[in-house]
């Protein structure tokens, strides 16, 4: 086989055989297929698609690319929640030691930073000191004794979604159903879950612009679930506007912080608690109300903070930064953004607030660059706030890139649609697919 014809097959639309996808998979995986290959196979899929066969093969490419979990290794129920992506999206950070705190065992493998959107795995490791590239047998350990870890796509598990990940990030891949769908149910099926919760993003600082974008790949996703014999849930959540203030590695970990001790902003956390309830329900625990009530009870308690502490601990962090978030470092330069004009926030670009945040510092614009964990955004204003003209809407923060906050604002302003009249208040949860 050779990688040239598989490219030009895809690039022509015809269809991809289970055997093709698995060679084109493995090559790349262990390094005989190169970045440019891969990128063109990636813009390929993007622009024809693939029908459901050739998304199951690849996603299956995915998960057998590295070791998998097996039900015998962690003891208990394991549940995971995966989001497909969006602005200030911190939950797996709260919601896994809350899932934890109520006794099912969170194995999670998530992402790194993609596109605008952030990735829990740069989020963690703006903590000094934490991996997030446990082996297996410290990721098993570590779950069975604390009953929570997250780790990224390593050596050993789902190692080609690693690969073709960082590659997406940078070549304008991110936003294709089919790559969306065998990254994340290839890692999925990959650390053996029992049972799924999908949080699909839609709205504007999605991946999937719209609500009928966001039901297509959450039934791909869920179909690929069902028939790997998991139990599924999907969630379709507003992602029109960023979730919580804080957009940006450390500030979206000290946003969790806050939450997991009490606080944090309202629709993040109403989201974490509903999240984490649909978690522990599938696992069996009870109903969602007695579910909900129980994840209150791990933050009212204290016990999902004290497991994310432990979690950091175990990771090589320093747990003393989850008790006291003043010990993160703090960026050398802020900016408070002004606002232009009297009025409410009728609604905002999420995608071009994620795209500011980049300007800044918090993401990568190829594959070798460093990210600034200090840089991001905290909004003094969202959609539904009313504002007045030289009020603060938000702060940019950066330690890296100075220079751009210039660019960082601009990006915002543009971003930002201020208008004499209020606008319709909207679900965060759209719909709940089960
Ligand atoms: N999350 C993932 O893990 N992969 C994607 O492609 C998008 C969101």
Redesign the pocket.
């Known amino acids: 086989m050779r990688m040239y014809d598989l490219i030009k097959k895809k690039r022509d639309g015809e269809v991809l055989s289970e055997e093709e996808i698995r060679w084109f998979i493995e090559g790349y995986t262990d390094g005989r297929i190169p970045d440019y290959q891969a990128a063109a196979m990636c813009m390929a899929i993007y622009f024809r698609g693939m029908d459901n066969a050739e998304i199951s093969a690849l996603t299956l490419a995915v998960k057998d690319s590295g070791e998998t979990l097996d039900f015998s290794e962690i003891e208990g129920i394991r549940v995971d929640k995966?989001?497909?992506?969006g602005v200030g999206d911190k939950t797996s950070l709260v919601i896994g030691p809350i899932a934890a705190a109520c006794g099912v065992k969170v194995a999670k493998i998530s992402?790194r930073g993609?596109g605008h959107t952030g990735g829990t795995v740069d989020k963690l490791e703006s903590i000094k000191g934490l991996r997030t590239d446990l082996y297996k047998s410290e990721f098993i350990d570590q779950v069975n004794r604390i009953g929570l870890a997250i780790i990224g796509q390593s050596a050993d598990i789902a190692p080609a979604?690693k690969k073709l990940?960082a590659l997406?990030d940078v070549t304008a891949t991110?936003d294709s159903l089919p790559?969306?769908t065998s990254?994340?149910m290839g890692?999925k099926l990959a650390a053996g879950d029992d049972c799924i919760v999908l949080d699909v993003k839609c709205g504007s600082g999605s991946?999937n612009k719209t609500v009928e974008d966001g039901e297509r790949l959450a039934a791909v996703m869920v179909d690929i679930g069902k028939r790997a014999e998991k139990k599924m849930l999907a969630v379709l959540s507003d992602m029109d506007k960023p979730l919580g203030r804080a957009i940006g590695n450390s500030l979206e970990v000290i946003e969790a912080i806050e939450t997991l001790k009490g606080g944090g902003p309202e629709d993040f956390r109403e989201l974490c608690i509903d999240l984490a309830a649909y978690m522990i329900e599938l696992a069996g625990k009870g109903d969602t109300e007695e579910c909900r009530a129980m994840a209150r009870e791990a933050i009212s308690s204290g016990k999902a903070l004290a497991l994310l502490e432990d979690m950091v601990e175990a990771q090589g962090g320093d747990p003393r930064w989850i008790r006291h978030p003043s010990l993160f470092p703090k960026s050398l330069y802020s900016y408070e953004v002004p606002s232009p004009a009297d009025g409410w926030i009728y609604r905002v670009d999420a995608e071009q607030y994620g795209m500011a945040s980049l300007a800044l510092g918090a993401g990568r614009n190829t594959k070798e660059e460093s990210i600034d964990y200090t840089a991001g955004i905290v909004l003094a204003k969202k959609t539904g706030d009313r504002v007045a003209k030289g009020e603060t809407l938000a702060t940019l923060y950066t330690t890296e890139k100075q220079g751009n906050i210039g660019q960082a604002e601009k990006i915002f302003l543009t971003a930002t649609d201020i208008r004499t009249e209020a606008p319709e208040e909207q679900p965060l949860i759209i719909k709940v697919i089960r």
């Open positions: 995966h989001s497909t992506g992402g993609l979604d990940y997406r991110v790559l969306i990254s994340i890692k991946f």
